[in-house]
Structure formats: structure tokens, C-alpha cells
């Protein structure tokens, strides 16, 4: 078991350029879920998925951000024509799922958009 | 109202000290809380949880939790410079998959 993995660590992109970032949760964890976190600021949540099912994604989230878990097994998280105000890190965390909701992170992959 | 409130400023205690963290949260029904603790450029990691009324013990670190005063607290015993770190509060609320975090406090544990 080697943890969450996240793919980028890091990503430099130019103002309008798609980025894609990618997440393997830990294997047996059916619940995966993607946060952003600013600079003095807890996680927000963007989206979560249980399996290949995407069952929530946050009000605040722009119709630029999509994301998707085929298979029930890693995932995607893509950001469409890319602003200054995406820069964050963003967050990967996979949990088991039935009664237990303790979830676990990736090392997260630093956006900045120049 | 915020979900997760963590109100207090940076901590500073001296090393072999107790510090003591605070967190409340706004919906009555919340089922399950977390401790993270997160390094500066890292991504956080779970240190605590706990589900029922009452302390928790692992370690140096205590978790307590009082559902009535809807109010979760983090003591971390015999502090040391490795405890240095913010310390995230989440929150679970029944029939909700994704956990609400505070905005953390920073802690400094002087040598």
C-alpha cells in the first residue's frame, strides 16, 4: 500500500492553457474525493466519487472544472482555460467508504497559472 | 455561520508543554471529526478521529469531543519542535460524503 499518489507535484501554465491532473487512491478505497487548499486555508471540496460514480460537486465549482473516474479507479480532475485565481494546491484524498469516512491525501499537485 | 470554525490565533508553546486547540462546528448532526495535521508545502495527514462524546487517546495527542456544545478539541501533550505544523479541524455531517475543514491553526513549539 503506497498511499495516495498524485500526478503532477507540480504544474506551471499559462493564463487560457487546459491542465489535467491525476490521483490513485489507495486501492481498496472505494471513495475518492478532490479538495483545493489556498494559502492559509483548509481544504474546500470540489467533487467527490464513489466508484466510477461522480455523486457530489460543490455549488462553487466552475463549469470549467470536470472530473472523472473511470473505472472506479484513478482519477482526473481537469481545469479548462486556466485563470490566475486556480492557483492552488490542489488535493486528492481517498477514504475505504460503508461506515468509515477517515480519508487520506496525496502530496497534491501545486497549480500556478502565470 | 462557517460549517468548521478554528478561531484562534497562531499558538506558540514552549517544548514539553501541553497546546490545546479548539474547533466548533454549526450542524448538530455531524457524526464524525478529524484531526489533520499539515507541514508547510505538504498536503495534511490524518492524526486523530473520533465519533462519540467523550476523550480520545493515541499517543501525545487527545482528542475531545462534546456534541451537545457541538465543540471538538486537540491536546497535544509533552510538545515538541516536530509538533510544529497547522492543525486542521474536519468535520463529517450525517448524509454528507465530503468532510468540512477549518481553516487550521498554526502551532510553534519553541525549543
Known amino acids: 500500500d503506497t498511499g495516495v499518489s498524485q500526478d503532477p507535484r507540480h504544474k506551471i501554465t499559462k493564463r487560457g492553457q487546459n491542465v489535467t491532473f491525476r490521483c490513485d487512491p489507495i486501492s481498496e478505497h472505494n471513495r475518492l474525493y478532490w479538495y483545493r487548499q489556498t494559502l492559509g486555508q483548509g481544504p474546500e471540496f470540489l467533487t467527490y466519487f464513489q466508484n466510477e460514480a461522480q455523486l457530489e460537486k460543490s455549488r462553487l465549482l466552475s463549469d470549467r472544472f470536470s472530473a472523472e473516474r473511470p473505472k472506479g479507479s484513478f482519477s482526473t480532475l481537469e481545469i479548462q482555460r486556466t485563470e490566475q485565481g486556480d492557483s492552488a494546491m490542489y488535493l486528492c484524498?481517498?477514504?475505504?467508504?460503508?461506515?468509515?469516512?477517515?480519508?487520506?491525501f496525496g502530496q497534491g499537485t501545486r497549480l500556478t497559472v502565470v | 455561520q462557517k460549517e468548521v470554525e478554528q478561531n484562534s490565533g497562531p499558538l506558540s508553546v514552549p517544548e514539553g508543554a501541553i497546546a490545546s486547540l479548539n474547533c466548533t462546528y454549526s450542524?448538530?448532526?455531524?457524526?464524525?471529526f478529524f484531526w489533520y495535521r499539515q507541514y508547510s508545502g505538504k498536503s495534511p495527514e490524518l492524526i486523530m478521529s473520533i465519533y462519540s462524546n467523550g476523550d480520545k487517546e493515541d499517543g501525545r495527542f487527545t482528542a475531545q469531543l462534546n456534541k451537545a456544545s457541538q465543540y471538538v478539541s486537540l491536546l497535544i501533550r509533552d510538545s515538541q519542535p516536530s509538533d510544529s505544523a497547522t492543525y486542521l479541524c474536519?468535520?463529517?455531517?450525517?448524509?454528507?460524503?465530503?468532510?468540512?475543514f477549518g481553516k487550521g491553526n498554526q502551532v510553534v513549539v519553541i525549543p
Open positions: 484524498a481517498s477514504s475505504l467508504g460503508g461506515g468509515t469516512t477517515e480519508a487520506f
Open positions: 474536519a468535520v463529517n455531517m450525517w448524509g454528507n460524503n465530503r468532510l468540512a
Open positions: 450542524d448538530r448532526v455531524s457524526q464524525s
